[in-house]
């Protein structure tokens, strides 16, 4: 925008030297400032032109224009020819020994390659504002062993694998109304985040936050090309997944879009499996999970979702075993072993501090039935030995007012407090005293998981890039890198 600024100020300048030689010289030299150079005046360019109602071709001018403008001069007054269009731009704003800033990676149009890491999936879902969801790996596909192994309940699973086209799926003729279904656009790694959102949006009783809920309702009505449409635009979405990019990542994502590009326009297909396509090559994600009674497989490269399996036709198998089974068909077809399963679980934090809710408000009854009791209870037991948690440590654990107040002491379990005599009271007390110590215990552990996973999350964002080339060039300058190279190149 700089650049179309500087070439109007020398083209409007071209009557006014054709007048006045000196004014014509003067012109000339504003046009050969940089933007940095041009003040503010008058006479000046301002930093940020409005260039909303110009013509893009018009920023095709060079700097400098001669006399005679016609095609033929423009070209040979410059070395590279110029083509029609706008001027080439920066391909990122930050100075390329810098790592890629925010903007960088706002305006960037393509969604980042990221590893298939639970704990940085874990962090993207909490930071999308989604409350009580964690992404676990799967080591078996035993439903019994899914069961045991991970925190309940499991809201979907999610296959990776390295991408082979199979036999058309039976999908649904039009995607149903209570399933939430979004394709995958072309030339996107989106796919993971695609898969996991695909399951939240279909998740029962998971608080998704805000934003996402907001998204929903927009995309209510859309087709499933749409919603994905809707979703490469989602720019708080596509924020928390290109946070992970680093700018080689996106210099190789658009050299990767360039080449696939160019396979198309000249028609040229590689073989299914070869080590030269990169397409063939790339990783698929697939979500599978559990909507009304029935089994689905999301893909979003499938037009419609696939129904697997009805489980009101048979209440006897649980969605697990349904899933796993498509799974390991997928698996075997795919005849290698580069494959991942992951699983969206309510998070055990979230159960851990509802049952601390739970366990809070049951003692303040038993509390309360003493007190109706016996009002002088409390002389006849030790209250810092049986003390429970206070106000201010349930805050510090994440256990907020409004869960208390929302949370209620079973019917069964009121009546029989209210029914016991002091001695039972006390008892009952004393167990649950024994409890919140054992559930603060466990809160904080898993606290520090999810501290753990933010660290390893953090970590993984910040670019080393630069230094590390950096590092190269004086390892080059000081001739190591000559004198060690032989090491490393590959013997003949």
């Known amino acids: 925008m700089v650049k179309k600024a ?13 007048a006045n030689g000196k004014a014509k010289a003067k012109a000339k030299a504003v046009a050969e400032l940089s933007p940095n150079e041009l003040d503010t005046n008058g006479s000046s360019v301002p930093d940020f032109p409005d260039v909303s109602n110009t013509s893009p071709k018009k920023r095709a001018y060079p700097d400098e224009l001669p006399e005679d403008t016609s095609n033929k001069k423009s070209k040979s007054a410059s070395g590279t020819p110029e083509r ?15 790592p890629a800033n925010a903007i960088d990676k706002e305006n960037w149009q393509g969604f980042c390659d990221i590893e298939s890491d639970p704990d940085y999936f874990s962090v993207m879902v909490r930071e999308m504002g989604v409350n009580g969801v964690v992404v676990r790996e799967v080591f078996g596909l035993n439903p019994d062993t899914l069961n045991f192994t991970l925190p309940q309940p499991i809201y979907g699973l999610i296959l990776l694998y390295r991408y082979r086209e199979g036999p ?28 996991m959102i695909n399951i939240l949006m279909n998740a029962p009783n998971v608080n998704i936050g805000e934003n996402l809920n907001e998204f929903k309702k927009f995309t209510a ?47 040229r297909r590689n073989s299914q499996g070869s080590d030269s396509s990169i397409e063939d090559n790339a990783h698929h994600f697939v979500a599978f999970l559990p909507v009304d ?15 697997i399996g ?6 006897e198998q649980d969605w697990l075993q349904i899933a796993a089974s498509k799974i390991t068909e ?38 309360s039935c003493l007190g109706s009791l016996s009002p002088d209870w409390r002389t006849q037991t030790s209250v810092e030995d049986s003390a429970p948690c206070s106000p201010n440590i349930l805050q510090s654990l994440g256990v907020e007012g409004k869960q208390i107040d929302a949370t209620c002491v079973p019917v069964d379990t009121k009546r029989v407090i209210e ?68 090491r490393f190149m590959p013997k003949k």
């Open 6 to 18: 500087a070439s109007s100020s020398a083209r409007k300048s071209k009557p006014v030297a054709n």
């Open 84 to 98: 029609d269009g706008p001027t080439k731009e920066k391909r990122f704003p930050s100075p390329p020994q810098e």
């Open 168 to 195: 058309e799926a039976d999908q649904e003729d039009k995607c149903p109304e209570n399933v939430w279904f979004a394709n995958q656009l072309p030339a996107q790694n989106s796919c993971a985040t695609l898969a």
């Open 221 to 267: 009505d859309l087709k499933p090309f749409h919603r994905g449409e809707a979703l490469a635009s989602f720019k708080f979405v596509k924020r928390i997944h290109n946070s992970f990019a680093k700018k080689m990542d996106m210099l190789e994502s658009d050299t990767n879009l360039a080449l696939k590009a160019q396979k198309n326009v000249k028609g």
């Open 293 to 307: 009674g029935e089994v689905w497989k999301l893909d979003g490269y499938d037009c419609n979702p696939t129904a």
């Open 310 to 315: 009805d489980l009101n036709a048979a209440p």
């Open 330 to 367: 997928v698996m075997t077809s795919a005849g290698d072993g580069d494959y991942t399963v992951l699983a969206l679980c309510k998070s055990p934090v979230a159960r851990l501090r509802q049952e601390m809710s739970e366990s809070w408000v049951t003692y303040q009854l038993v509390e």
């Open 419 to 486: 029914g016991q005599d002091e001695a039972g009271l006390l008892a009952r007390r004393e167990v649950l005293s024994a409890e919140q110590r054992m559930l603060q215990s466990d809160i904080l552990e898993q606290m520090e998981v999810e501290s753990a996973e933010n660290m390893k999350a953090t970590e993984r964002r910040w670019d080393y890039g630069p230094a590390i080339k950096v590092w190269l060039e004086r390892l080059a300058a000081n001739g190591y890198l000559e004198e060690n190279l032989a």
